[in-house]
């Protein structure tokens, strides 16, 4: 699912969105804001007035909690004949101020909620709070007209505590939900804060004014200064500078940035000052990207989370039938007591039964889950990777730039009689500057150390997974793998031990080139963690098999271990992964490369590293922002961690549910002697949801 295009959304209710803040059409949540490069952040100011709220409500309840409890657990205390008449002022007050003051917002909701036919929590909480009152002002007002048999001690009941307890309760669980959102975009408000919110814009006559980020657009000049960080994407216009990148890309060491170089939003100039025209506005840049992947993920949908709406949307209806159903059972067999213990049973029923707990059960774990995420440099693009993730049994490595350095080497150039060593390298050099693949970036590197200069090429062709062909001061130069190679000339192509590739130049042999490629630290870990946890790994290349299995046996990874697919072009590395999937394994592909974007596209998970190419990022499931291979795992960790937290808050959602409402009805009574009280259906109710905030919100710990 996209990200919201609006600037507040429900993360409950895809679709559900708005300019300004609101509440949901749909299940009457406050609506959350989108995460905007530039935008105020109006989370917080969320959080107080729910806290205010819930402190204004519990002022006013507590009182009349205090009143009401002791003049029924000690009424030989005789309170109620103190106060006399003033008895049910007393508690009325208080209780009408809470309900009409600062839970009007839940009766405002309930009340929209009957309106548009989309019976919700918020239904059940306001019928519950309007009963209350209801009965208590009828017992107030016209206490001569009260059933003997709802009398409570020989007085008219009185609900007035139970309704403002219902209410305080359930702003209090408003307040935690409030919290718990903003407590899931800390990650995204860390990423965001890189970019300055005042930007130095130039003119055409490079006068500079102060121009907020939300209103800088794509091809505006602007000015930073050392110690200052790059407010948007751009390339630099004029000035030389040492840039940090590595809160962005994971990148330890500074990149030197001069004019036609590109920089990132959020980036940290160093030294010296830069004159940069931006690329992308503000919501299309680098740091807003990862914002929009974030909320998409956290606003996206599991089948777990499908089922639980199917069942909130007749929960309401259910709850409903059975609250009416208890109280007609009352009033058939409760005698003397009938019509108390029946409005009793219909108020505690209607107010226990949870459906929020219900409908948060999916949503605030893969909010939790998205966050953490973010924070560990992993954009999950929806919740569907992290599932497909966690049931993963088979993970496909590409070898260059995933489980090696992704910078290869020149480890020998042999050159062919009558060949000139630094002739064919510059031809091949020059053929090789239009390629994006690390092998021929090895290569031009390596001509320019030597100061070689390159050529124009012409008729430039781009083998995928092979090599490159083209023209160079009119000699047809191919330079790639063993099989292009061979489709070039009939000369006999040595073996040798190791990555190799090979230059032809006008169908003749003119040289053999061994790569050598360093496995990155972690590539042992990696895949004896996968292995110990039960997974399986390959690693499929297009190099060939003894550069894999030298490779492998650099990496320290023993061959019998990790299963190897080499000599590979992109469809065959896509028509692979088909396979292995067909043959019932839930496969995660592991790439950066163009040649891996069919693979990426095919797998259940495609995993783009960090530096990975715009094809390959666009293909992936998944999109780890630092070059650190160990974040596969973490990813894992994270998705693992996610699928279990969903089990858990669905089963104590409906847990809490089929033992409560039963309880509520008055199960118990034949054994307490005692009706359930709604002020502790009250409590009861917030306890749940709170049990699956503090479930998801333990995320948090179990990821570190």
């Not at 949540?29 to 989370?43: C, I, K, N, T």
């Not at 992947?293 to 777990?304: D, G, K």
């Not at 063993?482 to 070039?488: E, H, I, N, P, V």
């Not at 039960?534 to 990496?555: C, I, N, R, V």
Request: include cysteine; charged fraction near 15%.
């Amino acid at each position: 699912m996209a990200a919201p295009t609006h600037n507040f959304y429900c993360p409950m209710c895809p679709g559900q969105e708005r300019e300004s803040a609101g509440d949901c059409g749909v299940c009457g949540m406050a609506l959350v804001q989108a995460f905007r490069l530039g935008a105020e952040d109006h989370s917080n100011a969320e959080t107080l007035v729910a806290r205010r709220r819930f402190v204004l409500a519990a002022l006013c309840s507590a009182p009349v909690l205090a009143l009401a409890m002791t003049a029924d657990l000690a009424p030989s205390l005789g309170l109620r004949e103190f106060f006399g008449d003033w008895w049910s002022v007393c508690l009325g007050v208080p209780s009408i101020a809470v309900a009409f003051g600062p839970a009007r917002i839940l009766l405002a909701r309930g009340a929209r909620s009957v309106a548009a036919r989309r019976l919700n929590m918020f239904s059940l909480l306001s019928l519950g709070i309007l009963a209350s009152l209801s009965v208590s002002l009828w017992s107030t007002l016209l206490p001569s007209t009260v059933p003997a048999s709802m009398s409570h001690h020989g007085h008219p009941p009185l609900y007035f505590e139970a309704a403002a307890v219902i209410a305080t309760l359930a702003l209090f669980g408003q307040w935690l939900e409030a919290r718990a959102t903003r407590a899931t975009g800390d990650a995204l408000r860390c990423v965001l804060a890189l970019a300055p919110q005042v930007v130095a814009v130039l003119d055409g006559s490079d006068h500079e004014r102060s121009v907020p980020l939300s209103d800088v657009t794509k091809d505006m000049r602007f000015r930073v200064r050392p110690g200052e960080r790059v407010a948007l994407d751009g390339l630099v216009e004029s000035g030389e500078s040492s840039v940090d990148e590595s809160l962005l890309n994971g990148e330890p060491l500074p990149k030197r940035r001069a004019a036609g170089d590109a920089v990132i939003g959020g980036a940290l100039n160093i030294e010296g000052t830069l004159v940069v025209r931006t690329t992308a506005s503000g919501d299309d840049g680098f740091l807003a990207g990862i914002a929009k992947c974030v909320i998409a993920a956290q606003n996206s949908r599991t089948p777990a989370q499908d089922l639980a709406d199917s069942l909130s949307a007749i929960f309401v209806p259910i709850v409903m039938l059975i609250a009416v159903g208890a109280a007609g059972v009352w009033l058939a067999i409760g005698g003397d007591d009938a019509a108390s213990h029946a409005l009793a049973a219909f108020i505690s029923v209607v107010v226990v039964a949870c459906p929020c707990a219900l409908g948060l059960a999916t949503p605030m774990a893969v909010t939790v889950a998205a966050g953490q995420a973010a924070r560990s440099s992993i954009l999950f693009r929806d919740v569907g990777a992290m599932e497909r993730l966690a049931q993963a049994n088979l993970f496909v490595f590409d070898k260059t730039g995933t489980l090696s350095e992704g910078r290869p080497s020149i480890a020998s150039f042999d050159v062919q009689l009558p060949f000139d060593e630094r002739e064919v390298l510059r031809l091949a050099a020059s053929a090789e500057q239009g390629s994006e693949h690390p092998a021929a970036k090895s290569l031009v590197r390596h001509a320019r150390a030597l100061g070689i200069a390159r050529h124009a090429a012409t008729s430039f062709v781009n083998v995928p997974g092979r090599g490159v062909r083209a023209v160079v001061d009119g000699k047809e130069v191919v330079v790639g793998s063993r099989l292009l190679a061979a489709s070039s000339t009939t000369d006999p192509l040595p073996t040798h031990t190791g990555s190799l590739a090979f230059v032809i130049i006008d169908g003749r042999l003119a040289a053999c080139v061994r790569l050598q490629d360093t496995p990155v630290a972690e590539a042992k870990r990696v895949i004896d963690a996968l292995h110990a946890s039960g997974a399986k790994t390959l690693l499929a290349t297009g190099d060939s098999a003894t550069g894999g299995e030298h490779f492998l046996q650099k990496a320290g990874i023993a061959p019998n271990s990790m299963a190897m697919r080499a000599e590979l072009l992109p469809q065959e590395k896509a028509a692979l992964i088909t396979q292995l999937r067909r043959e019932g394994n839930t496969v995660v592909f592991i790439g950066d490369g163009v040649n891996d974007t069919p693979a990426l596209l095919v797998a259940d998970v495609g995993i783009a590293v960090s530096g990975a190419t715009d094809a390959a990022s666009a293909a992936a499931s998944i999109h780890l922002l630092r070059r650190d291979v160990t974040l596969v795992l973490r990813a894992r960790t994270i998705a693992l961690t996610l699928s279990a937290t969903i089990r858990q808050n669905l089963a104590l959602a409906f847990g809490y549910n089929l033992i409560a409402i039963p309880i509520a009805a008055g199960a118990l009574y034949p054994i307490l002697h005692r009706m359930t009280d709604p002020m502790i259906a009250a409590l009861a109710m917030s306890v749940s949801s709170f049990l699956v905030i503090a479930n998801s919100l333990r995320q948090t710990r179990s990821h570190h």
